[in-house]
């Protein structure tokens, strides 16, 4: 266990990854075919503690925005467009300085998200003369919960 903490970047995982399922889940298949083999007699174990996505925590879907990154790549027809960025948020249950008491509730509070434009509006690829980065500023409005604590 560990206290409240925040991890956010450019991750260059997508959503539907084996390394996005380690962040925000902590495991990871056997089965998976992204699953380390044993090296030197060693079976490879997950040490993470799973986290939230900040925008899947506010989505009705509970999906990440469409895309943070939309960008041109080199000698490819079809621009890349796809989520890479993101705001992770430590799990009330995986922290260690909870008060006794209740238990039940939310140890981080979203009180929202940068709005993300929709492909079709968003002007891109980028960077263009509009959008200085290939990554679209993503943001969160956070409130660490004093009474989960």
Known sequence: KTIPHVLAGDFNILPDSAQYKIVTTGKLDKSDPT???????????????????AYALVDESGLEPEFTNYAHIKDEADPFIGTLDYIFLSQKDCTSNSKGGDEMGELWKVHGVQKLQCKGDSGGPFPNKYEPSDHYLISADLELAQNKI
């Open 35 to 53: 699953y380390p083999p044993p090296k030197h007699g060693v079976e490879w174990q997950i040490e993470s503690l799973p986290m939230d996505s």
